[in-house]
């Protein structure tokens, strides 16, 4: 069925087929599958537990409702309408008078490129680790092996010396993904997630119910969960419950726009959208059950509280809290398994969505296909990733260039996304009756205030308060040049990457399109 409502013509990008998704369970399996990543595991649960304990899940709950679900229809709604990658969909959302806004979206392609190259470095060690769960291989000294021994880490810089344990693995995960990548949406993407979302949930859930009857899993639970009320009148609370909903839900890059640009003419956008948060959450709540039960055990082991453990989010939590863990806990080698696992398959499916955005982007720009796009730029981002990322400077790279995509670029590109298409543009009833007319949970002008208003508010005071606090106290005591090059050298490259691609010419005419039919016209079609 082809994508245009207008001209036959087979020359431009609007006259060809889309690809689809083979139907709207393969679109929300796979909109999970990017939406749940490793930061559902590593990093919810810490961010609770610093953040009131049980009482974050109010501001978390309000958060998921004010701002993440919002902005999730927001991007679904401009794929759908306008139906193409991110760039395609924003320069067509803008139309003669607002083609510059394609910038936008090339800012947030090139956000997932620069976010691609040093999240398949993750993956690749949790891959590793996954074998060495096997073995026990950390042996004792868990945080020695993993950056000694493992990464082999040295001072910041720029090294040219690789590690092979790292490089063979990222290799094998860069060959991986891009075979998926290049067979399309629904034969390649869908498919993966189908076969590893379930394999996924059914791991994790075993997982935590093996966690739940440990000695001392109880103490953990407690930890996470009992309320501490007075945290609630703490406004960096409530800010960190916004900044892992808008964090998770993998919205305002470009992911949710791509994706939502394959769903077919009548397709529920709100509905599956809610799903999509709610299961994101939920899995949130259930790795932080399965995380604390699991500290429990280990401050038990340790004869210490909770509060005295180190390590309890991000890369120190995987990679050198859990394996000594597990080479205490009974069955330790399958736990560690079914944990190392389950990142590899939740950083798998996400890496998928980072890259789609990317080949989606290129393909409309350069009019060429799905397999042509995993080779030619696919292969590209591949070695740049491996030359940043599997030498002995690696980890201090991705910790430092993962702080300023994420904290700064994508949070900035969030602000202009919400500002421009509600208030420049004046998009939001034209977005609100798209979604309305082919959606049973509708929208209105309360959807339209939160997202021009609440949403880019906080996004805007996370973003003020990230870059003084950059500014005046640097990151992690790394030298203040490396933080100028790798940092907001970062931001440097994707703002120079966005403005050079939209200055390229287009190999067909992106502007031959019409968006589908009116919203009375799109109630007709549904009937």
Known sequence: MSAQQGSPSSTTVASRPREQWSGQLGFILSAIGSAVGLGNIWRFPGVAYENGGGAFL?????????????ILFLDYAIGHRFRGSAPTAFRRLGGKAGKWLESLGWFQ?????????????????????????????????????FITEFLQTSDPGFSSQFVPAVLIPLVLVWVAVLAVLGSGIAKGVQRANVIFLPLLVVAFLILVVRALFLDGAMTGLDALFTPDFSALSNPNVWIA??????????????????????RSRKANVTAPALVVAFANSSFEIIAGIGVFAT?????????????ELEGLTGVGLSFITFPAIVSQMPGGPLFGALFFGSLVMAG???????LQVVSSAFQDKFGITARQASIRVGSALAIVSVLLFSTTTGL??????????NNIGIVAAAIAATILVIWVFRKGPELAGHLNAVSTFKVG?????????????????????????????GYEGYPLWYLAVAGWGTIAVIVIGAITMTVLRWKHDPDDFTPWPSTTALKELKK
Do not use: H, K, N
Not at 295 to 307: H, K
Not at 396 to 405: P, R
């Open 295 to 307: 500290l429990g055990f280990f401050a038990f082991q340790q004869g210490v509280g909770i509060d």
């Open 348 to 354: 798998f499916t996400s890496l998928l969505s980072v």
């Open 396 to 405: 201090i790279a991705l910790d430092t260039v993962d702080q300023w995509a």
């Open 109 to 145: 392609v090139w956000i997932c490129i620069v976010i691609a190259i040093y999240y398949a470095a993750v993956v690749a060690w949790a891959a590793s680790y996954f074998t060495f769960s096997f073995d026990l291989r950390w042996g004792d000294d868990t945080q020695g092996f």
């Open 241 to 262: 419950a916004y900044s892992q909903i808008f964090f998770s839900l993998s919205i305002a890059f470009g992911i949710m726009i791509t994706y939502s640009s394959y």
């Open 445 to 473: 002008r309360v959807w339209q205030l939160l997202v021009g208003i609440l949403a880019p508010a906080v996004l805007l005071y996370m973003l003020i308060q990230r870059i003084i606090v950059l500014v005046t106290e």
């Open 58 to 70: 109010i501001p978390y709950l309000i958060a998921l409702v004010t701002a993440g679900i919002p």
